[in-house]
């Protein structure tokens, strides 16, 4: 079982090690167990990097498919059973979240790890999750808030929602005094921020059920568009349970997935550049049945030299200074989006939203203490 030598830009896509991990987790018959041959021989088991660790319940699954008798085999179990046992207690947590909003007439969506594992995992052990995810209607924000806070939720990060936020930022943490949290999203993506930019997802939702409290989810093609554009960013964390999450997707809805809908997403959202990789690097590794026209014609779409210098400084490990040009990258391409002018005071007041401060004159103090923590993080 070989490798690829990825030439992808960035700093986020799997090595030699990870691939013949994602392919031992996801490859049927002779691939999957050449797979496992070639990374047992180059890992350890118990010495894995988060992003690996997370694969290990998919991993013990397939390898009781292929009857291979791993000496590790009731490790990986181990972390099959505590990811079920963890899965269902968020469950549990959302279902009381998502009655409480249906109770107040709101709607609900459930993102990410809760409706894969339900949908196209089939088995709440083999998909890891650290909290949960839900999106709301943007408009419907000031009365979602006031709901949760009847509930006994609270936004973590601060008291109020300023002016102007919910168009730059896509979502924010709820804490429950007990220790409970969660993820409220009002849009589904970090790139798409504008008023109208989730309509086409609610459109096409589907219903789904968490613990009997009824929600929505995302359509099979909406989802995989998330699974992917959510994967091609830089995270400290290993960015690999998104070829997983594509991988299940295609196994269980591949009739389902509107190609044609995919790419109109693409170029309305600018996201091509991220779907031409992440949909070729599992077509490439893991033999996802992704049409060659479709690869084709994302090769083919237009993309502006913004889009490049954005699509590039999401892929990058943060370096001297820190996210700074992610973010003026990512204002220049919300601003476009929006139709605004591209200014320094327009971004000024961006960083403002961003980082949470309640005046201009506090943006230079921000600045230099955000420099300070990353230079002692570095020397120490």
């Not at 709440?124 to 509930?151: H, I, K, N, S, Y």
């Not at 099979?220 to 999450?245: E, F, K, M, N, S």
């Not at 959202?269 to 077509?283: F, K, N, Q, Y």
């Amino acid at each position: 079982m070989t490798t690829l030598p990825l030439e992808l830009p960035g700093d986020i896509w799997p090595n030699a090690t990870q691939q013949r991990l994602l392919q031992a987790a996801l490859l049927p018959g002779e691939a999957g167990r050449a797979a496992w041959q070639a990374w047992r021989a180059a890992a350890d088991p118990q010495r894995l990097d988060a992003g690996s660790h997370r694969l290990l319940p998919l991993l013990y699954h397939n390898l009781r498919a292929l009857g291979v008798a791993d000496p590790a085999l009731p490790y990986y179990k181990a972390i099959y059973r505590q990811t079920w046992y963890k899965n269902n207690t968020l469950f549990h947590q959302m279902a009381g979240v998502l009655t409480a909003l249906r109770a107040a007439g709101l709607d609900t969506l459930v993102l990410k790890g809760a409706p894969l594992a339900l949908q196209y995992y089939l088995d709440l052990g083999l998909r890891p999750m650290g909290d949960f995810d839900l999106l709301v209607r943007t408009a419907e924000m000031p009365r979602v808030v006031a709901a949760l806070a009847e509930q006994g939720w609270r936004p973590f990060d601060q008291p109020t929602i300023p002016p102007g936020y919910l168009e730059i930022q896509q979502a924010g943490t709820f804490t429950h005094a007990d220790g409970r949290h969660f993820d409220l999203h009002w849009h589904a993506l970090w790139d798409c921020t504008t008023p109208d930019a989730d309509f086409a997802f609610w459109e096409q939702a589907e219903p789904l059920e968490i613990h009997h409290a009824p929600t929505l989810a995302l359509g099979p093609t909406d989802q995989l568009l998330h699974v992917c554009v959510h994967g091609a960013r830089y995270d400290a964390i290993p960015p690999l349970r998104w070829l997983a999450d594509a991988m299940q997707i295609f196994h269980r809805a591949a009739a389902r997935l509107d190609w044609a809908r995919l790419l109109q997403h693409a170029e309305q959202r600018r996201l091509v550049l991220p779907l031409r990789d992440t949909l070729g690097l599992l077509h490439t590794l893991l033999d996802a049945p992704v049409p060659p026209d479709v690869l084709a014609a994302l090769a083919a779409l237009p993309v502006t030299a913004q889009e490049r210098r954005y699509y590039r400084a999401r892929l990058r490990r943060p370096g001297t200074f820190g996210y700074f040009p992610l973010e003026w990258e990512r204002y220049q391409a919300l601003a476009h989006m929006a139709g605004r002018r591209i200014s320094l005071p327009g971004f000024g007041r961006y960083l403002r939203l961003i980082w949470r401060l309640s005046h201009p004159a506090e943006l230079p103090g921000r600045a230099l203490r955000k420099a300070w923590l990353r230079l002692t993080a570095r020397n120490a």
